[in-house]
């Protein structure tokens, strides 16, 4: 949200827009910042077909995403009454401050991921979930998430280990094949941002 309304801002001046113009930004337009968490692995090769059927009709942009689902939106100002997201049901979180739920994620669920990828694909595993299984993985992965990740986290001990037994189970969900290339793709850049 900062970074669109310093765009914002800056054509605006460049295009000679008037103060009014620059006025109404701050008072009428929210600019907000999200975090989404969800895994989704994307368009279903092997079940594509057999999802047509079901559906009655050919879909080539079908996803497959786990249940779990958290939208975190920041936002100056309340927007939840224009946005009544979570009376429909949805997971959607408003905060004037994202970095904890962002942190948590990051940390968690990404860094868990970053640090048994390469390991896993070298021990013959392919997918998320078989790593889980895998003994030496699946122990490595909850002593890094429990021993290593946590402890320098500062927050709420008991949402982060909350959130990790979810992560762990969102990790073994036998109906999402994450994987583990997939997950390596850029883990430079990853490494950095999650660790």
Same mark, same amino acid.
Request: with cysteine; glycine share 6%; aromatic share 12%.
């Given at each position: 949200?900062?970074?669109?309304?310093?765009?914002?801002?800056?054509? *605006?001046?460049?295009?000679?827009?008037?103060?009014?113009?620059? #006025?109404? =930004?701050?008072?009428?337009?929210?600019? #907000?910042?999200?975090?989404?968490?969800?895994?989704?692995? $994307? @368009?279903?090769?092997?079940?594509?077909?057999?999802?047509?059927?079901?559906?009655?009709?050919?879909?080539?942009?079908?996803? #497959? *995403? /786990? &249940?779990?689902? =958290?939208?975190?939106?920041?936002?100056?100002?309340?927007?939840?009454? +224009?946005? &009544? =997201?979570? /009376?429909?049901?949805? &997971?959607?979180?408003?905060?004037?401050?994202?970095?904890?739920?962002?942190?948590?994620?990051?940390?968690?669920?990404? $860094?868990?991921?970053?640090?048994?990828?390469? %390991?896993?694909?070298? *021990? $013959?595993?392919? @997918?998320?979930?078989?790593?889980?299984?895998? +003994?030496?993985?699946?122990?490595?992965?909850?002593?890094?998430? @429990?021993?290593?990740?946590?402890?320098? =986290?500062?927050?709420?001990? /008991?949402?982060?280990?909350?959130?990790?037994? %979810?992560?762990?189970?969102?990790?073994?969900? &036998? @109906?999402?094949?994450? %994987?583990?290339?997939?997950?390596?793709?850029?883990?430079?850049?990853?490494?950095? *941002?999650?660790?």
């Amino acid at each position: 949200g900062i970074h669109l309304k310093e765009c914002v801002v800056k054509f *605006a001046k460049l295009w000679n827009l008037e103060e009014g113009f620059l #006025t109404w =930004l701050d008072d009428a337009c929210v600019f #907000t910042s999200t975090l989404v968490d969800r895994i989704v692995t $994307g @368009y279903p090769r092997d079940d594509a077909e057999e999802l047509w059927k079901e559906f009655g009709y050919q879909d080539n942009i079908v996803v #497959t *995403a /786990e &249940p779990f689902g =958290l939208w975190v939106i920041e936002s100056s100002k309340d927007i939840s009454k +224009e946005l &009544p =997201l979570p /009376e429909a049901g949805l &997971p959607v979180i408003f905060t004037d401050n994202q970095k904890p739920y962002k942190q948590r994620k990051v940390r968690i669920l990404n $860094g868990a991921h970053t640090s048994f990828v390469l %390991a896993s694909y070298l *021990a $013959g595993n392919d @997918y998320v979930r078989e790593s889980m299984e895998d +003994e030496l993985i699946g122990n490595f992965m909850h002593q890094t998430i @429990y021993d290593e990740v946590i402890p320098t =986290l500062d927050l709420p001990k /008991e949402d982060l280990l909350e959130f990790a037994s %979810a992560v762990d189970g969102r990790f073994r969900n &036998p @109906y999402i094949k994450h %994987a583990l290339l997939s997950i390596s793709l850029n883990s430079v850049s990853k490494w950095r *941002a999650r660790c």
